[in-house]
């Protein structure tokens, strides 16, 4: 069984194959942001870390999310509603502080 590992908290899950994202951060008491989880919203992006050939490939509904909302389409940010685990991986969920699905990456150089 893949196992995924959520950063900062280090909690981990052992999972089936083709278990979404989403549902493992469930079974490792970890919560992830998500507001629609069918991808039309854009709010359970997430950093993968480690195991980026390790998720399901990108769907065209996804990597059109994504680069409406200006992030990187090369898998290194997935959205944990769509990605399905295949083998191990590590995701931060630090990002989630980062970034609002509304406004984009959160621009650290501008006054809130």
Known sequence: MPRIEFRPDIRSAEVDEKTKVLLSARKAGVTIRFAC???RCGTCAI??????MNLSPMKVDETKLLGQLKLPQDGSIRLACQSRIMGDCVVDLGFQNEYDSDMGLADEDEDV
């Open 37 to 39: 989880a069918s991808c």
């Open 47 to 52: 950093r993968i870390v480690d195991g980026v």
